[in-house]
């Protein structure tokens, strides 16, 4: 027996529950982990609260990263005792994930926890932190350097943005901070923001030209937040997009593409292939500050995680938070 978050669903609607759960419950997978520390993200506020239907098939354990030890394996890649990590790959919406001591999952989807993070630390970064990394990745691969000019991120205060300003400071960019939260602006500077950007201007229907103003930017908004950013993209710059916070939808002309050579590149965590995803953790090692990490982390026990979903929704939480499951 384990513990773990189960949500159900049936006529009267979904409820949610931290559960005893069964080893034959588990799904289909080789290699068998107990769960170290997880996290809880946007996505699995959303699952838990049912605010949006991302949980694909039900009973499900949310949960969409975890950091563990290997229990039983069935893969020549991963042996008993490995510490490992996962980020993705439809975990708590399609197959059972990380708030649970126990998670069985396919070898493929697992990383080898990269030296010199902790578990707790890797569930610091956890999916946010990775996806912050592929799009400074993706920066990069369209020639971006520090002294190209500033970059701008968007939801800067949350999980993937303020990783985000985190690294592209230690990398030597001159970092603007985008967010609706005015009392942020001293944890932002923290993490090396040069400016703070207020969120509501962009949120309302911009120009399809603005004054050209950043060099590149990572955006988690979507919507008319992105749509405004990508006027502002000085001639040749990128923009990163990597989330919906705002919505799905991208009022905007083609004007910053054709006449400025503006590029969007889209960066998805959640399929990328291990070669990305190993690249991006090493390069995470690298380039954040872990003393950094600890000012973006705060613990929530898995007993109070669904009590805390709907303040992350509320835009009620900063930075990352770490689920501890197993002792």
């Not at 759960?21 to 107990?34: I, K, N, Q, Y």
């Amino acid at each position: 027996m384990f513990k773990g978050i189960l949500i159900e669903k049936d006529d009267s609607g979904q409820t949610v529950a931290l559960k005893e759960l069964d080893d034959s419950m588990l799904p289909a997978g080789d290699v068998t982990v107990r769960v170290g520390c997880s996290t809880l993200n946007y996505k699995d506020a959303l699952a838990i609260t049912g605010a949006s239907p991302v949980v694909r098939s039900f009973p499900m354990v949310p949960g969409i990263d975890f950091a563990g030890t290997v229990e039983a394996s069935d893969s020549a890649e991963f042996k008993v005792g490995d510490a490992v990590v996962l980020n993705g790959w439809g975990v708590g919406e399609k197959h059972w994930g990380g708030l649970a001591e126990v998670a069985r999952v396919s070898s493929d989807w697992l990383v080898p926890l990269q030296a010199p993070f902790t578990m707790r630390q890797a569930m610091g970064i956890g999916t946010a932190g990775y996806t912050a990394m592929l799009c400074v990745l993706a920066l990069e691969k369209h020639g971006l350097r520090p002294g190209d000019g500033p970059v701008l991120v968007t939801g800067a205060a949350g999980g993937v943005g303020s990783v985000a300003v985190a690294v592209l400071a230690q990398l030597g960019y001159e970092v603007a901070a985008m967010t609706g939260r005015a009392e942020e602006a001293d944890f932002l500077t923290s993490l090396g923001a040069g400016e703070i950007i207020e969120r509501a201007p962009y949120s309302e229907k911009g120009r399809p030209l603005s004054k050209e103003r950043w060099a590149a930017a990572i955006d988690v908004a979507g919507s008319q937040v992105l749509a405004n950013v990508c006027s502002e993209i000085r001639y040749g710059g990128v923009v990163a997009a990597c989330g919906l916070a705002a919505g799905m939808d991208f009022p905007a002309t083609v004007a910053p593409f054709i006449l400025r050579g503006v590029t969007l590149a889209g960066v998805d965590s959640v399929m990328a292939p291990k070669a990305r995803r190993l690249e991006a953790w090493r390069r995470l090692a690298q380039d954040l500050d872990i003393a950094r990490l600890e000012a973006l982390t705060h613990e929530v026990a898995l007993d109070d995680v669904i009590r805390v979903a709907p303040d992350f929704l509320a835009g009620k939480v900063r930075g990352r938070i770490i689920v501890p499951v197993s002792g």
